[in-house]
């Protein structure tokens, strides 16, 4: 068996992030000059996603023989997301609630003057704007823009035609699958660029944040670090185990490198193409981890939804003015629909937080100041909980559709099948559920990448 190189790299990244912490903290100023380096790589791995997204989509979809499977699967996916993110709500809501984080602090004009520029940021747009947006201005718009959810739509309409084209889609389905093995190929090469972005994002965010911040508002990280771990291993765990009879540590290691690459950073995104390639490879069938993955970028914010039930809280106590229940789930209501525009975006969540306030509550927006600070270390567990809820959402919705081969995920899980590195694809798995054609024999090549059988 071919030696796994790639694990120098991922030690590589730890050494990284260390020294960039080292480096924030000891030359903060140099520190914030080395940001370009991190900004650089999540920019390569961003370059990478419609590409990724669109070839996995239409190779799931257009290989599938009934168009009724994918309507379900969206559907069924749709109705989690909604659920988890009101239990999520729910949570923080509670533990804001009963810590009251925000008691004690003290707003200055500079803090007033930072919230002002995140409230102006997140003021652009509405929900009527953000679904018209869902439609690209041409078809290859979607890629250009990087729009994860017009890439979403156009694979979507390009697997269904491919689908009613029976066998005549053969060789484009082949011609794509040829192009997600460059793209997979293209990725893999990337990532090798991880050490130096993880480098510069960490020492940025420590040389202009420092250890201040930290220090004094650390009950609002804490208690937030806290509420996400309570929803992860409290709800997210059982059902888990209950539905897949997985159980989430193990599936949480199987995907270590992900939440190592997301918490250098500071965004889910970063990851996304690899939880596409890990759940096909896990056992989730590639029509079901097509459309449950890209649409919980956009929809499943379990991490979101918890920060800015707390933030919402933290906000309305600092500033003396605590908000009645209902004024709460109104507010964190019109929050969570205004941030499904700025999924997987570094920071959005902040504007998102701003915006809802200025909509809402204007007075309370200069409370936003008193956690521009610490944001960016907020976003790491936002990320981190996201990312582990779309993980366990695939999971969870290749099982409720039979499309989930759990056999194959605990030799996958136990470490006597482990995933490919150097390709990122399962190139020996058998292939997907053909399109209809007619009663001749199959041709000795597949037209389709291989994929996991539901």
């Not at 050494?15 to 999540?42: C, E, M, N, S």
């Not at 991490?303 to 709460?328: D, H, K, N, R």
Request: proline share 5%; with cysteine.
């Amino acid at each position: 068996m071919r030696r796994d190189r790639t694990r120098y790299l991922y030690l590589a990244v730890i050494i990284a992030v260390l020294a960039g912490i080292a480096v924030g903290f000891l030359a903060p100023d140099l520190g914030k000059q080395l940001k370009p380096l991190g900004t650089a790589f999540v920019a390569l791995i961003k370059m990478m996603i419609s590409p990724i997204i669109f070839c996995t989509i239409v190779l799931g979809v257009g290989s599938v023989a009934k168009a009724a499977k994918v309507g379900r699967v969206g559907g069924l996916a749709l109705g989690y997301f909604v659920a988890m993110s009101t239990v999520a709500l729910a949570i923080g809501l509670i533990v804001g609630n009963l810590v009251d984080p925000g008691h004690g602090l003290q707003l200055t004009d500079e803090l007033r003057q930072a919230a002002a520029d995140e409230a102006a940021k997140g003021s652009e747009g509405d929900t009527t704007e953000f679904l018209l947006g869902v439609i690209p201005t041409t078809l290859v718009s979607a890629f250009t823009e990087g729009s994860v959810l017009q890439t979403l739509l156009v694979a979507l309409l390009a697997g269904f035609a491919l689908q009613a084209m029976g066998e005549r889609a053969a060789p484009i389905l082949t011609g794509i699958g040829h192009i997600q093995r460059l793209v997979f190929r293209i990725l893999a090469m990337i990532m090798w660029a991880a050490p130096v972005g993880a480098f510069g994002a960490i020492a940025a965010v420590v040389g202009a944040t420092g250890v201040d911040a930290l220090t004094s508002l650390g009950v609002i990280m804490l208690s937030f670090y806290a509420t996400c771990l309570l929803f992860v291993f409290l709800v997210l765990g059982p059902l888990l185990q209950v539905v897949a009879r997985i159980n989430v540590l193990s599936l949480f290691g199987y995907l270590r490198r992900e939440f190592l690459l997301i918490l250098s950073t500071s965004s889910s995104e970063s990851a996304l193409p690899r939880l596409i390639a890990k759940m096909e490879h896990l056992g989730v069938s590639r029509p079901v981890v097509g459309i449950t993955v890209p649409t919980g970028y956009s929809f499943n914010l379990d991490g979101t939804a918890i920060y800015l039930t707390m933030a919402t809280l933290f906000v309305a106590s600092a500033t003396g003015s605590p908000l009645a229940l209902g004024e709460q789930l109104s507010l964190l209501v019109f929050m969570m629909i205004a941030s499904k525009g700025a999924a997987g975006v570094t920071g959005a969540g902040l504007a998102t937080l701003a915006s809802g306030l200025q909509s809402h509550r204007p007075e309370l927006v200069d409370g936003v100041g008193l956690i521009v600070g610490i944001d960016r270390f907020m976003s790491e567990a936002r990320a981190l909980t996201n990312f582990a809820g779309n993980a366990v959402a695939t999971v969870l919705v290749g099982s409720w559709t039979g499309e989930f081969d759990r056999a194959r995920a605990v030799e996958v899980l136990s470490g006597r099948d482990p995933f490919d590195e150097t390709t990122l694809l399962d190139e020996h798995a058998p292939s997907p559920e053909p399109a209809p054609s007619d009663e001749h024999a199959p041709s000795p090549e597949e037209p389709v990448p291989a994929a996991h059988p539901a």
